[in-house]
Structure formats: C-alpha cells, structure tokens
C-alpha cells in the first residue's frame, strides 16, 4: 500500500513523508476518520513508507520486500488488532484477531484497505445485532507480541482498528503499554469515534484527522470509475458526502432501494411531526427500530441531508441544491417548515440519536425520542 494509491488527502500524505523524513515520528500515533476517507489504508501506506528500504519521490518503492508483505499485511513486525466476535461463542471462550487474520487479509486486499466496520462484521456473519470487540484477552497478546526481537524492520508496528470496540480492561492494559513503549515501537490506532477512548489513550497520543474527500476528488473518482456524464459525476460527489464508500454505492445503484426505504421514513416522520400526530410516532419509532444498526445510521445521514437541502429550498438556494425527482417534490413543499430557528436543533437531533446507536442505546428508546424530539421542532416558518 503505498501513499500513490490512497485517494486525495495529498496535504496529509505529504505531512506525513515530511514527519518520517525528518526523523519526527510520535511512538503513538491516532488516526482519526470514517472508513470511507481511507483512514486505514492510509496508516498502512505509512507504515510502508516508514519501513521502505528505497523510498524516493516521497513514497515508498512497493518492490522491496518489506514493501511487500506490509502491503499484504504479513510482515513479521506488524501486528494487528481489530474487533471480532462470532456467533455462538462459548462462555469464557477466547476470540482473537489472529484467528481472523486470513480473513481480515482477504478483505484488506479486496478492499483496497476503504471497508466500514459494518462490512467487516459482515464478513464475519455476525447478523444483526452482534458486534465485533477488542477483549482484555487481546491486550495481553498485544504485550506478548511486542516483546519479541525485531525481525528487521526499521520499527515494530502495532496497529489497532477500531480501539473504541476494547472493554474497559483492554484500554487499560493498553495505556499501560502506552506510557511505557519500547524502543523503536510504534503504536497505530485507526478509530472512526475517537471520543469513545479512554481520556488518558487521546492524552497520549498524537492525533492525525483523516478528513472528508473533497467533492472535488470524489467527482474525479466517479469518472474515474466510469461515470461519464459530468453533472452526475458532480451529484454523485456530493451525495457520497466525502466518502469514497458511499460513492461506490452510488455509482454501481446499490443504495437505490435503500435509499427510497431511507426516503419513506424521512417523509413518514415529517408527515406525522406537521401534523401533531404523537401517538402514531410512536409506531414510526418501532419500524426504525427494526433496521440494522448500519441500515439506522443510514437512514439518519439521509434525514440530515434531506433537512438541508429542504432548508436551501426555504433559503431560495434551491438552483445549488442536489434533488431531483420525489426527493426534490417532496422537500419543494416540506420546505417552509424548516428555517434558521429550527435547523442547527433538527441536525443535533440527528447528531445525539446516531451517538447514541454507536454506543449501543436501545434502538426503540433513541428513536422515540428522537422522533417526539423532532416533532416539537417541526412547525410552518
């Protein structure tokens, strides 16, 4: 993996190559963003860099053979740690990612390193409501694996996706390690909800935020990936909302049929929120709550898209928007109920209940709340 082959985030890559060349390289590192930005694939290509024998031009060679098996994920001085889990596990049994390293290989390659945490759990078959964790159990591989000798590597590397999925034990076990390194070590977490990390992790750690792709790098994917008419290019980058995931969807129609389910439930709620119809929210709030997790959060991006581009509509913006077809009919006349008092309270809304499913909130509870929440906000401006 190297920087050449992660999409846009040029100022990063290049931050990057200027840490490592100038010998400034933090033993702890936080890379912060969603999946669809490359947030993975980016610390891997700086690993690469960082361990390439022949790096030039301000890259790695990718030929050598660290090149090669950090780019497989199989070098003998990186170690990887990511949640896991799978269904019908025991009582006490013990569940690692070495067992699910093949695995993870799999869909690193497959991927190109841009998976959401959802897609691997689904690799792992965990259905709807299981979850991938770290376990105290992990952490005490981790310090096992550190401990060994170098095999040549100009830094032993621990990577760890997703820290926010270890138990309380497990990040304590980890700040430990942490506030004492070994020489030469270098700990890598990719978190996609940093606040979910121990106060003392983030203290330790230097942060670097994987940004958003600019619409201006996803349209140039878009056509990059065979879309040929340039406002749809343009569309698409924008929808995709600085993700090169959701861009796959849109581009290949995966998320049509998803996307109008997510576009019933948006107008159902505000259907019944303008017309003070309380107990039938209720109802509504039941049906949201039958989604999967991945399909929920889905659906809350798509209601905060929806409510601002119905609040450019009341803004008479409506020529700079991207609607068309029911979308664009249905918010033209939802459009005067959302305004500038209700707006930045309406995204919040929508902000809190998607905290709230990430940290496991009881799916009925958070959109009965949300959903009464909302209809007190929704009112002709």
Same mark, same amino acid.
Request: hydrophobic share 40%; net charge neutral.
């Given at each position: 993996?190297?920087?050449?082959?992660?999409?846009?985030?040029?100022?990063?890559?290049?931050?990057?190559?200027?840490?490592?060349?100038?010998?400034?390289?933090?033993?702890?590192?936080?890379?912060?963003?969603?999946?669809?930005?490359?947030?993975?694939?980016?610390?891997?290509?700086?690993?690469?860099?960082?361990?390439?024998?022949?790096?030039?031009?301000?890259?790695?060679?990718?030929?050598?053979?660290?090149?090669?098996?950090?780019?497989?994920?199989?070098?003998?001085?990186?170690?990887?740690?990511?949640?896991?889990?799978?269904?019908?596990?025991?009582?006490?049994?013990?569940?690692?990612?070495?067992?699910?390293?093949?695995?993870?290989?799999?869909?690193?390659?497959?991927?190109?390193?841009?998976?959401?945490?959802?897609?691997?759990?689904?690799?792992?078959?965990?259905?709807?409501?299981?979850?991938?964790?770290?376990?105290?159990?992990?952490?005490?591989?981790?310090?096992?694996?550190?401990?060994?000798?170098?095999?040549?590597?100009?830094?032993?590397?621990?990577?760890?996706?997703?820290?926010?999925?270890?138990?309380?034990?497990?990040?304590?076990?980890?700040?430990?390690?942490?506030?004492?390194?070994?020489?030469?070590?270098?700990?890598?977490?990719?978190?996609?909800?940093?606040?979910?990390?121990?106060?003392?992790?983030?203290?330790?750690?230097?942060?670097?935020?994987?940004?958003?792709?600019?619409?201006?790098?996803?349209?140039?994917?878009?056509?990059?990936?065979?879309?040929?008419?340039?406002?749809?290019? &343009?569309?698409? $980058? *924008? /929808?995709?909302?600085? =993700?090169?995931?959701?861009? %796959?969807? @849109?581009?290949?129609?995966?998320?049509?049929?998803?996307?109008?389910?997510?576009?019933?439930?948006?107008?159902?709620?505000?259907?019944?929120?303008?017309?003070?119809?309380?107990?039938?929210?209720?109802?509504?709030?039941?049906?949201?709550?039958?989604?999967?997790?991945?399909?929920?959060?889905?659906?809350? &991006?798509?209601? $905060? *898209? /929806?409510?601002?581009? =119905?609040?450019?509509?009341? %803004?008479? @913006?409506?020529?700079?928007?991207?609607?068309?077809?029911?979308?664009?009919?249905?918010?033209?006349?939802?459009?005067?109920?959302?305004?500038?008092?209700?707006?930045?309270?309406?995204?919040?809304?929508?902000?809190?209940?998607?905290?709230?499913?990430?940290?496991?909130?009881?799916?009925?509870?958070?959109?009965?709340?949300? $959903?009464?929440?909302?209809?007190?906000?929704?009112?002709?401006?």
């Amino acid at each position: 993996m190297r920087f050449a082959d992660i999409i846009g985030q040029e100022e990063l890559k290049a931050h990057l190559v200027r840490s490592v060349d100038r010998g400034r390289v933090s033993h702890a590192q936080l890379f912060t963003g969603q999946a669809g930005a490359g947030a993975l694939a980016l610390a891997v290509a700086y690993v690469q860099y960082l361990n390439c024998r022949h790096r030039t031009g301000g890259d790695s060679c990718g030929e050598c053979p660290d090149c090669r098996q950090i780019a497989a994920l199989a070098h003998p001085d990186l170690h990887l740690v990511f949640p896991v889990n799978k269904q019908g596990k025991k009582s006490g049994e013990a569940v690692r990612s070495d067992d699910f390293l093949p695995l993870f290989r799999e869909q690193f390659a497959a991927s190109g390193g841009y998976f959401s945490p959802q897609q691997w759990y689904d690799r792992l078959d965990l259905g709807r409501t299981l979850k991938g964790m770290i376990a105290a159990r992990e952490a005490d591989e981790i310090i096992r694996k550190l401990s060994f000798k170098s095999f040549g590597a100009s830094y032993k590397t621990m990577l760890v996706w997703l820290p926010e999925t270890m138990n309380e034990e497990a990040a304590n076990k980890i700040l430990k390690i942490l506030e004492e390194p070994w020489e030469r070590t270098l700990f890598l977490l990719i978190s996609e909800q940093p606040d979910r990390l121990l106060p003392t992790i983030l203290s330790r750690t230097q942060e670097v935020a994987v940004p958003r792709l600019t619409p201006e790098v996803l349209e140039a994917e878009a056509r990059r990936r065979g879309v040929s008419d340039p406002v749809q290019a &343009r569309n698409m $980058a *924008r /929808l995709a909302g600085g =993700s090169v995931l959701e861009l %796959a969807h @849109l581009v290949s129609g995966e998320t049509d049929a998803q996307r109008k389910e997510h576009f019933d439930l948006f107008c159902g709620l505000m259907r019944l929120s303008y017309n003070d119809k309380h107990l039938e929210l209720v109802g509504w709030a039941e049906e949201a709550a039958q989604l999967s997790r991945e399909q929920q959060r889905g659906f809350l &991006r798509d209601a $905060a *898209r /929806l409510l601002r581009e =119905s609040y450019m509509l009341h %803004a008479g @913006l409506g020529r700079i928007g991207y609607l068309w077809g029911a979308e664009l009919a249905f918010c033209s006349k939802f459009a005067p109920f959302v305004g500038s008092e209700n707006i930045e309270p309406l995204i919040d809304e929508i902000e809190s209940a998607a905290a709230q499913l990430s940290q496991n909130g009881n799916p009925t509870i958070v959109f009965t709340h949300f $959903a009464l929440s909302v209809s007190k906000m929704i009112k002709h401006l």
